[in-house]
């Protein structure tokens, strides 16, 4: 076991539980627990969005594409950052003057139907799997790296701290351990940066010049096609990436935490400023991964590239620069998950429970025990899920999550702001087309078929993109749109009083 790494591993988990018992003192109500009662600076919100968004598929999975395939990684860091643009111009302010809680809130202030709620509760249910398994697959690959136990042991331990964090803190605690996650990545991932760029002595057209030479695919590393050889799928892979940031639910749920819409887009901006300069040095990761530590070292420790940036790490500062970096890949990873559950747990306890089961008459100690039993839910079937998914690259997983947001999320959120003829038929047929289009599509793409038995099912994938957003989104806006065409005419009283609320936030 390495004691450096288990000296680092310690002090962030005991850094992270003690902001998790300050935050249990003033967590004593549902809208603190899902919200933080409102009360985060944009700032601070701003770091936490940030925090929450760089994930293990950000760190470790991005890393290690742009290691193995090159300039066909980077198109992750790509659509990652171009996503934020949507958010902020689109559905920042709208979101935080319509809603309470959820995406449903916000949908429902339109159309007051326990339908709609509930697909958007399952809606987001599924997202947050699809997201969990990918950061449970880096927490396990990475805490086996780290401190030597099997891979199983290191999800569990995961899943016991992440619960706990949300079980106890709520979003206060959330939220506080999104910014010390964020500001310990930042610092990690520049540190690393800059022992790249010294060594190529900080010749950034040097470095790129090197890396024909350096990696088996030669200049070919530099252009797209490496890995992505179909121009469809490069497509429809963005498409995912750039669209389904606006509809992931752990992210939208970070606006409701703030006081007011002005103080959300100041959020956004903050987060914008530092997902843009993390994602700019993720090619100093890659490229160094690929250079001082070899694509065979790298499949070595880790079948989908992984662990990239923790051997470049080793390989630039020794055993104590890897253990850091892995300790920080650790909290990432714990801080992206407890954002997950609770907006997982958020869904079950405000939308399904509170709102269908209860008719909205729930009681506060009725709403904190339905959430803290989802969030024990939630986090035992990922688990499940993630024991089997071991030899999957994050960063993929983490991509098809963003397609389930983009189809199943992304047309009801537009559609409800901005027609005025969308009606309650259209918003259910947009959430369902969206979600079981997705999800039909991965069911036969070669994500589980291969003919040579390499994947999941031994067969050939009926459907030949390895993501389908390409598809499936337009399909959930058409669902939308046919819906609203069979169903009942809008409320265009109704549509009025939400326009003047999602502008100026009257309520």
Same mark, same amino acid.
């Given at each position: 076991?390495?004691?450096?790494?288990?000296? @680092?591993?310690?002090?962030?988990?005991?850094?992270?539980? @003690?902001?998790?018992?300050?935050?249990?003192?003033?967590?004593?109500?549902?809208?603190? @627990?899902?919200?933080?009662?409102?009360g985060?600076?944009?700032?601070?919100?701003?770091?936490?969005?940030?925090?929450?968004?760089?994930?293990?598929?950000?760190?470790?999975?991005?890393?290690?594409?742009?290691?193995?395939?090159?300039?066909?990684?980077?198109?992750?860091?790509?659509?990652?950052?171009?996503?934020?643009?949507? &958010?902020?111009?689109?559905?920042?302010? +709208?979101?935080?003057?319509?809603?309470?809680?959820?995406?449903?809130?916000?949908?429902?202030?339109?159309?007051?139907?326990?339908?709609i709620?509930?697909?958007?509760?399952?809606?987001?249910?599924?997202?947050?799997?699809?997201?969990?398994? =990918?950061?449970?697959?880096? =927490?396990?690959?990475?805490?086996?790296?780290? #401190?030597?136990?099997?891979?199983?042991?290191?999800?569990?331990?995961?899943? &016991? $701290?992440?619960?706990?964090?949300? #079980?106890? !803190? !709520?979003?206060?605690?959330?939220?506080?351990?999104?910014?010390?996650? %964020?500001?310990?990545?930042?610092?990690?991932?520049?540190?690393?940066?800059?022992?790249?760029?010294?060594?190529?002595?900080?010749?950034?057209?040097?470095? @790129?010049?090197? $890396?024909?030479?350096?990696?088996?695919?030669?200049?070919?590393?530099?252009?797209?096609?490496?890995k992505?050889?179909?121009? /469809?799928?490069?497509?429809?892979? $963005?498409?995912a990436?750039?669209?389904?940031?606006?509809?992931?639910?752990?992210?939208?749920?970070r606006?409701?935490?703030?006081?007011?819409?002005?103080?959300?887009?100041?959020?956004?901006?903050?987060?914008?400023?530092?997902?843009?300069?993390?994602? &700019?040095?993720?090619?100093?990761l890659?490229?160094?991964?690929?250079?001082?530590?070899?694509?065979?070292?790298?499949?070595?420790?880790?079948? %989908?590239?992984? $662990?990239?940036?923790?051997?470049?790490?080793?390989?630039?500062? !020794?055993?104590? /620069?890897?253990?850091?970096?892995?300790?920080? %890949?650790?909290?990432?990873?714990?801080?992206?998950?407890?954002?997950? &559950?609770?907006?997982?747990?958020?869904?079950?306890?405000?939308? #399904?429970?509170?709102?269908?089961?209860?008719?909205?008459?729930?009681?506060?100690?009725?709403?904190m025990?339905a959430?803290?039993?989802?969030?024990?839910?939630?986090?035992?079937?990922?688990i499940?899920? =993630? /024991?089997?998914?071991?030899?999957?690259?994050?960063?993929?997983?983490?991509?098809?999550?963003?397609?389930?947001?983009?189809?199943?999320?992304? +047309?009801?959120?537009?559609?409800?702001?901005?027609w005025?003829?969308?009606?309650?038929?259209?918003?259910?047929?947009?959430?369902?087309?969206?979600?079981?289009?997705?999800?039909?599509?991965?069911?036969?793409? +070669?994500? #589980?078929?291969?003919?040579?038995?390499?994947?999941?099912?031994?067969?050939?994938?009926?459907?030949?993109?390895?993501? +389908?957003?390409?598809?499936?989104?337009?399909?959930?806006?058409?669902?939308?749109?046919?819906?609203?065409?069979?169903?009942?005419?809008?409320?265009?009283?109704?549509? %009025?009083?939400?326009?003047?609320?999602?502008?100026?936030?009257?309520?």
């Amino acid at each position: 076991m390495n004691v450096i790494g288990l000296a @680092f591993f310690v002090a962030i988990v005991g850094l992270t539980l @003690f902001v998790t018992y300050i935050a249990s003192k003033r967590t004593n109500s549902a809208s603190e @627990f899902y919200t933080a009662g409102g009360g985060l600076t944009g700032w601070q919100n701003g770091i936490a969005i940030a925090g929450d968004y760089l994930s293990a598929a950000s760190f470790l999975g991005i890393a290690g594409a742009i290691a193995l395939f090159g300039f066909d990684g980077f198109f992750y860091s790509i659509g990652y950052l171009v996503a934020y643009l949507v &958010v902020l111009y689109i559905v920042a302010e +709208p979101l935080r003057n319509l809603g309470k809680y959820t995406l449903a809130d916000m949908i429902t202030a339109r159309f007051d139907q326990k339908k709609i709620r509930a697909a958007a509760a399952i809606s987001t249910l599924t997202i947050v799997l699809f997201y969990m398994i =990918a950061q449970l697959v880096g =927490a396990g690959a990475l805490i086996q790296l780290l #401190l030597g136990i099997d891979y199983w042991v290191a999800v569990l331990l995961v899943g &016991v $701290m992440m619960t706990i964090y949300v #079980l106890w !803190g !709520g979003m206060a605690a959330t939220s506080w351990v999104q910014i010390i996650k %964020a500001a310990l990545l930042m610092v990690g991932t520049v540190l690393i940066s800059v022992l790249v760029l010294w060594k190529f002595n900080f010749n950034i057209l040097g470095m @790129f010049t090197e $890396m024909k030479s350096i990696t088996a695919n030669g200049e070919a590393y530099l252009h797209p096609g490496v890995k992505y050889t179909n121009g /469809l799928d490069t497509i429809s892979m $963005m498409i995912a990436l750039v669209l389904g940031t606006a509809g992931l639910p752990h992210i939208l749920m970070r606006f409701f935490t703030v006081k007011d819409a002005k103080t959300a887009r100041s959020s956004v901006v903050y987060a914008t400023w530092i997902v843009g300069i993390f994602y &700019v040095l993720t090619i100093f990761l890659g490229f160094g991964a690929a250079a001082f530590v070899g694509s065979d070292a790298i499949i070595a420790a880790n079948p %989908a590239g992984n $662990m990239a940036a923790p051997l470049l790490a080793q390989a630039l500062g !020794g055993d104590i /620069l890897m253990s850091f970096v892995s300790a920080v %890949a650790f909290a990432t990873i714990l801080a992206v998950v407890a954002g997950l &559950v609770l907006s997982g747990a958020s869904a079950f306890a405000h939308d #399904l429970y509170g709102q269908i089961f209860k008719k909205g008459k729930a009681t506060e100690k009725q709403q904190m025990n339905a959430a803290r039993l989802a969030s024990v839910g939630v986090s035992a079937f990922s688990i499940l899920l =993630a /024991l089997g998914a071991q030899s999957m690259n994050v960063a993929f997983l983490v991509s098809l999550a963003f397609c389930i947001a983009a189809s199943a999320n992304l +047309p009801v959120i537009i559609y409800t702001i901005y027609w005025k003829n969308f009606n309650t038929t259209g918003a259910l047929t947009a959430i369902i087309t969206g979600l079981f289009s997705a999800l039909i599509l991965v069911a036969i793409s +070669p994500n #589980l078929w291969a003919a040579d038995g390499s994947m999941a099912f031994t067969g050939e994938a009926l459907f030949p993109l390895t993501n +389908p957003a390409l598809v499936s989104v337009p399909l959930g806006f058409l669902g939308g749109w046919i819906g609203t065409l069979f169903g009942a005419r809008a409320d265009q009283r109704k549509y %009025a009083e939400v326009d003047v609320k999602a502008n100026i936030g009257l309520k």
